[in-house]
């Protein structure tokens, strides 16, 4: 089963399970509104304004690179819906390489620089942190979490979309991996995932394998 997080709800890791470029971020994610931007996944900090992102809102799925000095933002060539089971992915290939992907296509690039920052130090699912402040939480459904240590290509992500469960691709380097099926649990890196508000269980999107 997936989780249904209420706006206040999060799972929080108390660390950054990716320390610098590249890193890919996926998951299956299923708004009620967007009409405000709705963070699946993070890679935040309690110290600073900085972080790398995925979420969703009216204009598409955006693939965010903070950093002091503002942000950077990759954005799909098309929207999701509220209420439909969506793909959505973030690739962070380097400081001046994201991506983001709906369904497996409708790309979106940005080439704008953003350096990675050290002071990145936690990991998060519904929320966005910055300077220890959580925000622009996810009112909606999430499955099927994971994260990598390179750049997913495109058919990589492609085939994410149709459904393969994440530990088909690329195994040698996803770091995370939680299905949000029953127990909440990193099943790649070990990592306990603490829950903060209401996150119930709720149906699964098709999955392979």
Request: proline share 2%; no cysteine; glycine share 6%.
């Given at each position: 089963m997936a989780r249904d997080f209420v706006p206040t709800a999060r799972y929080v890791i108390d660390s950054s399970?990716?320390?610098d470029y590249p890193v890919?971020?996926?998951c299956w994610a299923n708004a009620d509104t967007l009409a405000t931007s709705q963070t699946a996944m993070d890679l935040g900090s309690t110290l600073?304004?900085?972080?790398?992102?995925?979420?969703?809102?009216?204009?598409?799925?955006n693939a965010e690179s903070s950093q002091s000095g503002g942000t950077?933002?990759?954005?799909?060539?098309a929207a999701p819906t509220t209420g439909t089971w969506h793909h959505i992915a973030g690739v962070f290939a380097s400081a001046t390489d994201r991506r983001a992907f709906l369904d497996g296509g409708n790309?979106?690039?940005?080439t704008?620089?953003?350096?990675?920052?050290?002071?990145?130090?936690?990991?998060?699912?519904?929320?966005?942190?910055?300077?220890n402040t959580f925000s622009q939480t996810f009112d909606g459904r999430i499955a099927e979490v994971?994260?990598?240590?390179?750049?997913?290509?495109d058919d990589d992500v492609a085939s994410l979309a149709k459904g393969f469960r994440p530990t088909l691709i690329r195994?040698?380097?996803?770091v995370m991996y939680a299905s949000l099926i029953s127990d909440v649990f990193d099943y790649v890196g070990g990592n306990t995932m603490t829950l903060t508000g209401t996150a119930n269980v709720a149906v699964h999107p098709r999955r392979i394998a």
């Open positions: 399970v990716v320390t890919s971020m996926a600073s304004g900085n972080g790398q992102r995925v979420f969703m809102n009216a204009s598409g799925v950077r933002v990759a954005t799909t060539t790309k979106g690039t940005s704008d620089s953003r350096t990675w920052s050290a002071d990145i130090n936690r990991t998060l699912v519904a929320s966005r942190l910055r300077s994971a994260i990598w240590d390179v750049a997913l290509s195994p040698d380097r996803i």
